[in-house]
């Protein structure tokens, strides 16, 4: 069975621009979440979607936003992008509420020039 | 105070040491405890959920004490394999939402 699975694996974009990245969860899972990873830190809770509804939002900018679709999958938009929003974006699946035990995926590397 | 605050490491070991990570975390309220190894540049790996009764993987043995809001991890026989950043994870939801929490990471290194 496949992974979480997360594109683009890499992407450069420039300051005040917008980026769309993806993550399609295991099958059968229901809950999304989606964590930024700087150099030399643990991932930072971004969002967690369940069933198609934010269950959990971290300390991040309204910048920041995103959903779940019909099929589970799932988008994180960042708008107006800053040098520091350069990092790893990791995307992880679990199988009911994210309570359970999570699925990472490979991450998006992400950076802002 | 961090919510989640863990050994800061790095922890150079030879090959068979014993080596333990400890990790304590800030609200009572937390519900499920994992450990998950990282290795460079790669994405974080399910190591082992932690309970109140403890459990034990092979080499590797976790605990969770409530009561001192306290997680360990114990790895037995060290490999060269096991060379990787370890991270604690809590998991809580409260009123404003769900939330997950990971630690920095413990940094291991270990050596022939």
């Known amino acids: 069975d496949a992974g979480v699975t997360q594109s683009p694996t890499h992407l450069i974009k420039t300051r005040g621009q917008h980026v769309t990245l993806r993550c399609s969860p295991i099958?059968?899972?229901?809950?999304v979440s989606w964590y930024q990873q700087v150099l030399g830190q643990g991932p930072q809770f971004i969002f967690q979607?369940?069933?198609?509804?934010?269950?959990g939002r971290g300390n991040f900018p309204d910048r920041f936003s995103a959903r779940q679709f019909p099929n589970y999958s799932s988008e994180l938009n960042v708008n107006a992008l800053l040098l520091g929003d350069s990092a790893l974006y990791l995307c992880?699946?679990?199988?009911?509420?994210?309570?359970?035990?999570?699925?990472f995926g490979p991450g998006t590397r992400l950076t802002v020039l | 105070r961090k919510e989640v605050e863990q050994d800061p490491g790095p922890f150079n070991v030879p090959e068979g040491a014993t080596v333990a990570f400890n990790c304590t975390y800030s609200?009572?309220?937390?519900?499920?405890f994992f450990w998950y190894r990282q290795d460079c540049r790669k994405e974080p790996k399910l190591l082992m959920s932690?309970?109140?009764s403890g459990n034990e993987d092979g080499r590797f043995t976790a605990q969770l004490n409530r009561a001192s809001q306290y997680i360990s991890l114990l790895i037995r026989d060290s490999k060269l394999s096991d060379s990787a950043t370890y991270l604690c994870?809590?998991?809580?939801?409260?009123?404003?939402?769900?939330?997950?929490?990971f630690g920095a990471g413990t940094r291991l290194f270990v050596k022939a």
């Open positions: 979607y369940y069933e198609k509804e934010e269950r």
């Open positions: 994870v809590v998991n809580l939801q409260g009123p404003g939402g769900f939330k997950t929490i």
């Open positions: 992880a699946s679990s199988l009911e509420d994210a309570i359970d035990t999570q699925y």
């Open positions: 609200n009572s309220a937390s519900q499920s």
């Open positions: 932690v309970y109140s």
């Open positions: 099958s059968g899972h229901k809950s």
